[in-house]
């Protein structure tokens, strides 16, 4: 059964500082995705990246950078010099491909706090 | 703004009663998925449609049933609600259904209060 894990509750930093949500996968399938999204306070939900379980690369969007490694099962997500308007829950997220069907399994989520 | 439109944004209701949320998805998305996130739970998959059939179902109660109409439009309906149905229900939208490669458009979501 597939499973997504996000240990971090919450984390607190102060502005400009580094920040890594942790994020840790479960699956049986050999071909997957996984997905992170942003929960602003505003409440919806917004995409920010998607890899396929083919592709290690690391990638990096200006201040956001994923690290993924099939061999720890692991997905995590940093944010460099942390602005206040990156305070928003974070979501992990698994697709299967072999089920034929589309849908997300989500972490709990990590609440970020960046402080001023 | 995601173009995936839910109505309504709010709604309070007592135990007992039945409501209707609606989604319109993103144009030319023949998917739509709907999720419920609640504070115990987090967010779970309940229903996915695509292009009208039912495609995959998750931890959706028997209290709760969905559509999916010919306008791609779909509607999610909770009867006998219970105050543990309080949550903010999610509409997303995919252009297709199939693969898991999809990325998820999210509407705005539908917060639920239960009295």
């Known amino acids: 059964a597939q499973k997504v894990t996000q240990a971090q509750t919450e984390i607190s930093v102060v502005e400009k500082e580094d920040v890594t949500l942790d994020c840790v996968y479960e699956t049986r399938d050999t071909t997957y995705y996984l997905f992170w999204y942003k929960q602003p306070p505003s409440g919806e939900l917004v995409f920010l990246i998607r890899?396929?379980?083919?592709?290690?690369q690391n990638e990096i969007s200006g201040r956001y950078s994923w690290n993924f490694q099939k061999s720890t099962s692991s997905f995590n997500f940093t944010i460099t010099a942390s602005q206040v308007v990156d305070s928003a829950v974070y979501f992990c997220?698994?697709?299967?491909?072999?089920?034929?069907?589309?849908?997300?399994?989500f972490g709990t989520g990590t609440r970020l706090t960046v402080i001023p | 703004d995601s173009g995936v439109t839910q109505t309504p944004k709010h709604l309070i209701t007592a135990t007992g009663q039945r409501v209707t949320l609606r989604c319109s998805p993103r144009s030319g998305d023949l998917s739509v998925y709907w999720y419920q996130q609640s504070l115990d739970q987090g967010l779970q998959f309940l229903i996915q449609y695509y292009n009208g059939e039912e495609r995959a179902k998750g931890n959706i109660l028997e209290r709760f049933s969905a559509q999916q109409f010919p306008d791609l439009h779909s509607e999610l309906n909770l009867s006998s609600l219970e105050l543990g149905d309080s949550a903010l229900y999610f509409c997303?939208?995919?252009?297709?259904?199939?693969?898991?490669?999809?990325?998820?458009?999210f509407g705005a979501g539908s917060r639920l209060t239960v009295l």
């Open positions: 997303a939208s995919s252009p297709r259904g199939g693969s898991g490669a999809n990325v998820l458009t």
């Open positions: 890899r396929n379980s083919f592709d290690e």
């Open positions: 997220a698994l697709s299967e491909a072999e089920t034929g069907a589309n849908n997300l399994f």
